[in-house]
């Protein structure tokens, strides 16, 4: 039986996880955590995944985390998944990271603590955004420069980072197919006499309405004809199922970053 522990458990994310976990054969919650001063501190995870009384009470410590779990799930924000990893203080302690909005910056810390334990790290941890990443790949490959490239992503009016994660990720999977820098080549939405469109450009366009959960288009338009790959995700639990079937894989490997191409066998 695997132990998982969950931080930022009264989350939107946080209580789809502990469902998860719990409704997942051969693991369990082993613990979970907040912040201090927030009122499910002290509660069964019961109280928050709906389910049966699990026995394991909500704490404000980090240290609990690591002492309950085989493996730590946070899908919190860039600052507490990074004070997370800096107070862990066992180097076999994994985590998966759940969390999008990072700086490069952030990410260049994220990548120096990979160095000493397992860290699994995706901007979405849906089976089937994983699966159309490895579509876009191909799918830019075979295209080539003749088709322009732009991405449309849409989510709920709570989420603070615009465009999402997962959008541009799949913006690096096509740029890095077509030899592209996406830095260099990305276009953030248009307003005005913005002139021709260059070719090389890989656009984006932000959708922040109602209770979407999380929709993504690449389109790759040539002349005379037009190719839509889009993935639409209509139940949160898509993302927690799959960070738990990532956190039990992870249990396993030693230290270094991996994604959930690493969990699928996509790479």
Same mark, same amino acid.
């Given at each position: ?21 719990? !409704? ?13 001063? +927030? ?12 389910? #049966? ?16 779990? #085989? ?18 203080? #066992? ?14 910056? +952030?990410?260049?810390?994220?990548? !120096? ?16 955004? $994983? ?6 790949? +191909? ?6 420069? #003749? ?18 994660? $997962? ?32 070719? +090389?450009? @890989? ?9 979407? @959960? ?23 639990? $898509? ?29």
């Amino acid at each position: 039986m695997i132990s998982l522990s969950v931080n930022g458990a009264a989350g939107r994310m946080g209580r789809q996880l502990l469902t998860a976990i719990a !409704e997942r054969e051969g693991a369990r919650v082993g613990a979970a955590a907040d912040a201090p001063g +927030q009122a499910c501190i002290g509660l069964d995870t019961s109280v928050l995944s709906g389910g #049966d009384a699990s026995g394991v009470s909500v704490v404000d410590n980090v240290q609990a985390l690591e002492r309950g779990g #085989d493996v730590i799930i946070d899908f919190t924000a860039p600052v507490v998944s990074l004070a997370l990893l800096d107070a862990l203080e #066992d180097d076999s302690t994994r985590v998966v990271i759940g969390t999008t909005g990072f700086s490069a910056e +952030q990410l260049e810390r994220l990548h !120096e603590h990979a160095s000493r334990r397992a860290i699994l790290f995706a901007p979405n941890y849906s089976v089937g955004v $994983t699966v159309t990443l490895k579509l876009l790949e +191909q799918a830019a490959r075979a295209l080539g420069d #003749d088709y322009d490239v732009e991405i449309i992503e849409a989510h709920h009016r709570h989420k603070v980072d615009a465009p999402s994660g $997962t959008a541009i990720r799949m913006g690096e999977v096509v740029a890095d197919a077509l030899g592209r820098d996406l830095a260099s080549c990305a276009v953030y939405g248009r307003e005005g006499i913005t002139g021709a469109r260059e070719s +090389q450009t @890989i656009g984006f366009e932000t959708i922040r309405a109602g209770d979407i @959960i999380g929709d993504h288009t690449v389109l790759f338009a040539g002349n005379g004809e037009r190719i839509e790959i889009t993935h639409k995700a209509t139940d949160r639990m $898509t993302f927690a199922r799959g960070a738990v079937r990532g956190a039990i894989w992870l249990h396993s490997r030693p230290a270094g970053l991996y994604d959930m191409t690493d969990v699928l066998g996509l790479k």
